[in-house]
């Protein structure tokens, strides 16, 4: 009853949000001062800019539709091998451009990489043949030859240091600042960036770290798996008592169950393996934590009720009314159906599809027709207010949202699609449902 209780104490707060909410729910529609721009493609905002593509040939524009950098002039890598867990909020697979202020180019001629900051500078030459960023870093794992024509391996920053040579070509570019790795004795410890035991190894089973912390097992005297968590200097935090492996931490929350469920189904721990709330099953109403696995934009997998913006995703069964299931609950226990915050700004469907997590509070969903140009999407936020719709209703609708909106630009990239052909234009919007830019392709053959 707890859960319901604070589901009660949610709706009574977030109801005066609603007359707010009637000046958002935007309908997205082409602006009369829109600017268009001869392109084939484009791709997300992303710290203010966009990249848009013709042919083979890459270009950069910003927020007002000005291209900033000339098609022919880089080549900006892909970001799909930083799509790991977190890397990025919100970042697409087929994302180019700037992440956290930087953006990975090419030389057309040479195809050698290099870097340019967010003043478009280049701030690392093009000289290498491979240039991939670290997880959580700050840091480039970077290949280049020599005068003597051999070939280096590199560590370097942003600003073009070098602070390791000779790294191994196995290195892992996806991994945390600590990774387990399977070491001497048949035990489990943890190396750095630069291939270092940095944790020796202790362990029978060992997970990654996140938020500072990694999940660690030990077997006990009858043989049997028994997991605690560790911080990042090896120090056990909280003691091997759990049968069932845990989830990592997020928001200073790791999700685990008890061996015996009579109780309660789930719990939530501290940092100091404080019981923070739980979580039971009442009559007619189960909870499972959701794996949210988005259709589009892809990200990297995530751990079933992580906390993610400030909110973990959980099914639920919502009898008698039969209505979409989901439930957020917030790091302090909080509770509430999110169709039920969606029905009352006019959500046109008895389902809703989450595309994304939650990012800066909101979120990109579309309804589940079950046919692709019938469905709604919808940008909207926490309390369920929409911000901008591709329609009112199923059926209606001429147009994707690809995106969330970029926190710099304010934009959004959206796909508007012909009555006739269903031709793709490739246009981004504004929060006030307005298409400011779109990009056209004039070529006849």
């Not at 290949?143 to 370097?156: A, M, V, Y």
Request: proline share 5%.
């Amino acid at each position: 009853m707890a859960i319901m209780n604070r589901f009660l104490l949610l709706f009574v707060l977030v109801a005066p949000l609603y007359s707010l909410a009637q000046e958002e729910n935007k309908v997205i529609d082409v602006s009369a001062n829109v600017v268009k721009i001869e392109a084939n493609f484009g791709y997300n905002f992303n710290d203010g800019f966009a990249v848009i593509q013709k042919g083979d040939s890459h270009a950069l524009i910003d927020k007002t539709g000005q291209v900033v950098i000339p098609f022919n002039k880089y080549k900006f890598a892909t970001n799909a091998l930083m799509r790991i867990p977190h890397f990025r909020a919100g970042m697409t697979i087929d994302d180019y451009g700037f992440v956290d202020g930087f953006a990975i180019v090419s030389d057309p001629q040479t195809h050698l990489f290099g870097v340019i900051n967010k003043d478009l500078k280049l701030v690392i030459p093009c000289e290498y043949s491979r240039l991939q960023p670290i997880y959580h870093s700050g840091l480039l794992y970077g290949t280049r030859k020599t005068p003597k024509g051999t070939t280096e391996n590199l560590i370097i920053n942003f600003s073009g240091e070098i602070l390791k040579k000779e790294i191994s070509t196995l290195f892992q570019v996806h991994s945390p600042a600590l990774r387990p790795q399977w070491l001497e004795k048949d035990k489990y410890g943890y190396v750095n960036y630069f291939e270092e035991v940095a944790i020796a190894p202790q362990f029978d089973q060992a997970e990654e770290f996140s938020d500072g912390m990694a999940a660690v097992a030990q077997r006990d005297s009858f043989g049997q798996l028994k997991w605690g968590f560790i911080n990042d200097k090896g120090s056990l935090e909280i003691p091997f008592r759990y049968s069932i492996k845990p989830k990592g931490f997020s928001n200073g929350l790791a999700l685990v169950q008890p061996a015996n469920q009579d109780e309660f189904q789930f719990a939530y721990i501290d940092k100091k393996g404080n019981v923070a709330f739980t979580i039971k099953n009442e009559t007619n109403r189960n909870f499972v934590p959701y794996n949210l696995v988005p259709a589009k934009p892809r990200f990297g997998a995530r751990n079933p009720g992580e906390f993610f913006d400030g909110y973990s995703l959980w099914n639920g069964s919502y009898v008698p009314r039969g209505k979409f299931p989901i439930m957020l609950i917030d790091n302090n226990g909080n509770s509430k159906y999110f169709f039920d915050e969606l029905e009352k700004h006019d959500w046109p469907s008895s389902y809703v599809t989450f595309l994304t997590d939650f990012v800066n509070k909101e979120v990109l969903i579309s309804s589940r027709s079950g046919v692709r140009f019938d469905e709604v999407y919808a940008i909207a936020n926490v309390n369920g207010e929409i911000i901008i719709r591709s329609a009112k209703l199923e059926g209606e609708a001429n147009t994707i949202i690809d995106s969330l909106f970029d926190p710099t630009s304010k934009l959004a990239k959206v796909s508007l699609y012909s009555n006739e052909n269903r031709k793709r234009t490739i246009s981004y919007v504004n929060r006030s449902g307005e298409v400011t830019i779109m990009l056209v392709d004039s070529q006849l053959w």
